[in-house]
């Protein structure tokens, strides 16, 4: 069954169906609320952050239109809102929280000498990432990260598709000029 069909049958009066568009979606908004949080310090209130998500999402149920958007791309909108939001409340209230270290599971090989380089690279990486000003860091997280396609992306965020694939290009370049001196093998 596909969302807009779900969605359907949830305005049709069957909440239950609600639990299916969750699960389906509810890992990838959590990663992307997060990464929107992280350079805030603030990766502690991203479940609170996803549960609102999908509360707002379902409040706004009956005003989604399918032919103007996907669903996963409406509740990314949604995401980004309130993530928004909240930032502009806690920097209002000059609030902010520790960094929970929140790090993602991956598999990695057996030797340790491996799974400690390839953790360094991660930290490189996303801390190359979080150094990125928000417009480029999450037009460059929806596409490397949420594999949403640049329509999509533009959607979210306002703007037209030449934007987003400047956005995205200027955010590669960022990151690749800050990683390079760890990738170009020292001349000793």
Known sequence: MTDSQIIQLIIEGKHEYYAELIQRHEQKVLIFIHYMLKNNAMEGLAEDL???????????LYSFRDKEATFSTWLYTIARNT????????????????????????ELEEQPEYKLIKN?????VREAINTLPDNQRQALILRE????DYKQISEMMNCSISA???????GRSAIK???????????E
């Not at 993530?83 to 991956?106: A, F, M, W």
């Not at 000029?177 to 001349?187: G, H, V």
């Open 83 to 106: 993530v928004l939001s909240e930032l502009r409340k806690s920097k209002k209230n000059g609030q902010y929280l520790e960094d929970t270290n929140y790090e993602p599971k991956t």
């Open 164 to 170: 987003v694939k400047s956005l995205i290009f200027r």
């Open 177 to 187: 000029n800050r990683l390079e001196q760890y990738i170009r093998p020292s001349a």
């Open 50 to 60: 996803c549960q609102e998500t999908f509360f707002k999402a379902y409040k706004s």
């Open 145 to 148: 990260y949420e594999q949403l």
């Open 120 to 124: 360094e690279r991660i930290q490189l």
